[in-house]
């Protein structure tokens, strides 16, 4: 059964350092998110991509955030300036049909020093 | 604002032990009410799309219905394997995010 992959499973950065979280989106599907779960916390919507730019935000995803869609097939999320607060798990999702589904990876544990 | 709020927290059977989880929403033009499985240092895994009251949806030991107000999640004679937490989120008109509860963590033993 097709999957959406994250890399890497774990990414331990300094404070103020960037950082690239990485995602491949299951491949005939057309809408693309993120999201975050901090420790013991519900998971939260940061931003969903459609047809090359973002289409909707939460007020998370301020300007140290941006998403993009090199190629055909990967979908990254990069933190320019971490903090302490930006430790969390963070989810790709994607989905083919709007309002479809959406089909979760198994993350990424940013742990921020 | 959308609220999802999901009851309760945690919930302990023994196998073959039938039971409820309840997940109670507050959104504006509901545009689908979803069920996630949730296991330890993973992504939630879908399991069903509820779009409209009066709906059911059902897959092996689990049923999942919905009214204009909460939906259910029926687990019939549950096995250790369906321990997880079980995830609710809605989706409201004019939005493409999804509004998660807090969720109900189940421990079925056997």
């Known amino acids: 059964e097709p999957e959406v992959t994250q890399t890497p499973s774990h990414q331990v950065t300094q404070m103020g350092q960037e950082v690239i979280l990485r995602c491949v989106p299951i491949?005939?599907?057309?809408?693309f998110y993120w999201y975050r779960q901090i420790l013991g916390q519900k998971v939260e919507f940061l931003v969903s991509?459609?047809?090359?730019?973002?289409?909707?935000k939460s007020e998370i995803f301020d300007d140290q955030f941006s998403v993009e869609r090199p190629d055909g097939s990967n979908f990254t999320l990069k933190i320019r300036s971490t903090k302490l607060e930006d430790s969390a798990m963070y989810f790709c999702?994607?989905?083919?049909?709007?309002?479809?589904?959406?089909?979760f990876g198994d993350g990424t544990r940013l742990s921020i020093l | 604002e959308d609220q999802v709020t999901q009851s309760p927290e945690a919930l302990r059977l023994q196998e073959g032990e039938s039971s409820s989880l309840n997940c109670s929403y507050t959104v504006s033009g509901l545009r689908g009410l979803f069920w996630y499985r949730q296991d330890p240092g993973k992504g939630p895994e879908f399991l069903f799309t509820l779009y409209s009251a009066g709906e059911e949806k059902e897959k092996e030991r689990l049923k999942a219905t919905l009214t204009k107000k909460e939906s259910f999640l029926h687990i019939t004679a549950p096995k250790p394997e369906d321990s997880a937490t079980y995830l609710c989120a809605s989706r409201g008109t004019g939005f493409q995010k999804l509004v998660f509860g807090t969720g109900t963590r189940l421990l079925v033993s056997p």
């Open positions: 991509f459609y047809n090359n730019e973002i289409s909707e």
């Open positions: 999702a994607s989905s083919s049909t709007d309002p479809g589904p959406q089909h």
């Open positions: 491949s005939n599907h057309l809408y």
